[in-house]
């Protein structure tokens, strides 16, 4: 270690200005890397490197036809990956290595100045896929990187240090957090700022529009936040919290998907939500995902208020936006505890939810043959045969598991007669079939079941792992019903705060078991629940401060009924506030700090108005000659008292204080001018 930092001390100026670009823009192409494909982290960590050997060795720069091939690569390989040079990730992809490839003609300060904003543009390109708080912190120690070089760029002559270069750099930023801080809570937000169109069906982590046996198993893995909630009143009981997502209607005999109808779009269901009793209000702050759809408490019958778009609830209880999810939105609503939902009595478009591939699980559906004939046909032996198949799914050796192995082609009958072991979509998946083959009409409901609470701040969390299928059955009378079959098998997984634990590898598993082997389970968890907070406080007052928030702001500051046109002029009035205590401050510094300018400049003007003629910029010593070559022995003590303040400036060591300087200044008997 110590011979590589001498080796790097012994350097050029200009060869240790061009490593620490390099590192800096190494941390920015990193903080990138999740979101590139490799091949694009491989090529710029690679040029990057040939870039750092040839300043190290002092070797020439490498000719055009380098970068052209280079270049010509990346084209190529940017369209084969995302089949377009447009858009997000492919623009993304091709600015990161422009920015490597910068570097390999990095010859002047001009050719500098464009590595450092480029390298600027490529830092807000970050906030596309995440504005998290990691994301934050990585990209502000960048942004001083990117800085110190700026200003170290700026001073061309000798050798200053990095050091000094990084105070200035953050002393910039101090002196522009302010002006920062007045447009963050007073400019417009118009929409949302960081986010590009975006394909609808390819959402991030998280549930989607389909549901093939063995999908959400997966998603048990993900410690991931899908959701926070807070609840505006008493929290209702785990069993109850069910935020409901896409519901899925059609089977082909291996994936559920919403609704195809066979009977026309005129005999659709309509959700026909009747609610009782006392709403409960609550807050959902819900990640990203990519899709139109918001997670609500079922029974949700008002629609929540979502800055920015306008929400509408659809035929199944769920309740979309007119515009994917991208970002992090929070919303309020109103769930009522007691609802009821779908038609009271037969009608023909409950069909649809009848439908079974044919020949597909047939020993499921002679299952479902001799429970009718246990029980009886018909709508008014419905409770019975869904309490029927409850009872065997308690009592018949089921469990509830995140590995059931790999399901064949009649995944029902699997699970009924072989296997007897699944994950939550595995079970709700064979009791609509089974539903659907003695004549119930059944279908599945996605979405989150539960949650747990974090003791920080109070605030309900859902993770990816709480993601859950339920079913719903129509039974005559009361319309569509929650049946769980999952908590036939597993009442904890309903009840209580009972998770199966995904197993932990790589580095996450690593770093979690240094941690509880170095501290306690509770201590983890702690520090977990305080983490979370924090990333929660940063998600309310910083990612959610909308427009709403801001005409909040106004009226704490008296205004009755603001608009944009009074945020534009507290706006306006607070820049000139700060510009106005900029200029007074600059005016203090230059009388705080230059003091010694002032006195010699008193001087000169003294002199010339005693008839010397003097130049503008003279030091004290060429001022002090002449004085003596003008007035002789009658200009002696005004000779000395300008050495006397040459020597404060340059001789700190032997110099009079710059206070009894001043003094003596005003005691001096000035020459009268020469008359002719």
Not at 500 to 520: D, E, H, I, K, M
Request: positive net charge; hydrophobic residues 45%; aromatic residues 10%.
């Amino acid at each position: 270690m110590n011979r590589l930092i001498d080796t790097l001390s012994a350097l050029p100026r200009e060869a240790r200005d061009t490593l620490f670009l390099l590192a800096v823009i190494a941390w920015v192409v990193l903080l990138q890397s999740a979101h590139i494909p490799w091949w694009c982290s491989g090529i710029t960590a690679g040029v990057l490197v040939w870039r750092a050997v040839l300043t190290v060795r002092g070797a020439p720069l490498p000719g055009w036809i380098w970068r052209a091939v280079l270049l010509v690569v990346t084209l190529g390989a940017t369209f084969f990956t995302f089949r377009t040079l447009v858009g997000r990730d492919a623009g993304v992809t091709l600015i990161v290595v422009l920015l490597a490839l910068k570097t390999l003609e990095l010859r002047a300060r001009r050719d500098a100045f464009v590595v450092f904003f480029l390298g600027f543009f490529t830092l807000l390109t970050h906030f596309f896929y995440s504005q998290s708080l990691v994301t934050a912190a990585g990209i502000l120690i960048a942004l001083l990187g990117l800085l110190t070089a700026l200003v170290n760029a700026h001073m061309p002559v000798g050798r200053p240090s990095l050091a000094r270069s990084a105070r200035i750099a953050g002393s910039m930023a101090l002196m522009g957090a302010p002006i920062m801080l007045v447009l963050f809570l007073l400019f417009p937000r118009l929409a949302p700022l960081w986010g590009t169109p975006g394909d609808p069906e390819t959402g991030r982590s998280g549930l989607s529009g389909q549901m093939r046996v063995g999908q959400i198993a997966r998603l048990a893995l993900d410690e991931s936040i899908a959701l926070r909630v807070r609840f505006n009143g008493p929290t209702p009981p785990q069993d109850r919290i069910y935020f409901r997502g896409p519901v899925l209607s059609t089977f082909d005999g291996r994936e559920w998907r919403p609704l195809e109808s066979d009977f026309g779009l005129g005999n659709r269901l309509s959700a026909d939500l009747q609610v009782a009793g006392e709403p409960l209000g609550y807050e959902v702050t819900m990640e990203p995902h990519d899709r139109p759809w918001l997670f609500v408490l079922e029974g949700t019958a008002t629609p929540p208020e979502v800055p920015g778009t306008r929400v509408r609830m659809n035929d199944e209880l769920q309740w979309l936006t007119q515009r994917p999810m991208g970002s992090l939105v929070r919303f309020t609503a109103q769930a009522y505890p007691e609802f009821r939902h779908g038609p009271q009595q037969l009608v023909l478009g409950l069909q649809d939810f009848l439908t079974l591939p044919p020949s597909y699980n047939p020993r499921t559906l002679q299952l479902a043959q001799q429970l009718r004939r246990q029980y009886g046909p018909g709508p008014e032996n419905a409770p019975r045969l869904v309490q029927a198949a409850l009872d065997l799914l308690r009592t018949g050796g089921y469990s509830y598991t995140l590995d059931p192995g790999v399901y064949g082609r009649d995944t029902a009958d699997e699970f009924w007669f072989d296997r007897k072991s699944g994950f939550c979509e595995h079970i709700a998946s064979s009791f609509a079939i089974l539903m659907r083959g003695m004549d119930i009409p059944a279908r599945i409901v996605t979405g989150y079941q539960g949650g747990e609470v974090n003791a920080v701040d109070g605030f309900w969390t859902v993770r990816q792992r709480d993601a859950h299928a339920w079913t719903e059955v129509w039974l005559q009378g009361q319309g569509w019903v929650r049946v769980d079959p999952t908590g036939a098998v597993m009442p904890g997984r309903i009840g209580s705060f009972d998770r199966l634990a995904a197993p932990q590898t790589g580095v996450a598993g690593a770093l979690t078991g240094v941690l509880r082997n170095t501290f306690s389970d509770a201590l983890v968890n702690r520090m977990r629940q305080t983490w979370e907070a924090v990333n929660n406080r940063w998600n309310q007052w910083v990612l959610n401060y909308t427009q709403g928030r801001q005409l909040d702001l106004l009226r704490s500051l008296g205004f009755e009924s603001p608009s944009w046109t009074d945020l534009a002029k507290v706006m306006a009035g607070l820049l000139a506030l700060a510009s106005l205590l900029g200029a007074a401050w600059t005016l203090w510094e230059r009388q705080q700090h230059e003091p010694w300018l002032r006195l010699l400049e008193r001087a000169r003007r003294q002199l010339v108005k005693a008839g010397l003629s003097v130049p503008p910029q003279a030091p004290p010593r060429t001022l002090a000659a002449a004085v003596r070559a003008h007035w002789g022995e009658a200009g002696e003590p005004v000779a000395a008292w300008l050495l006397r303040l040459e020597a404060q400036r340059y001789s700190p060591g032997a110099a009079t204080p710059l206070r009894d300087l001043s003094r003596a200044y005003r005691q001096l008997a000035w020459p009268a001018p020469n008359r002719p």
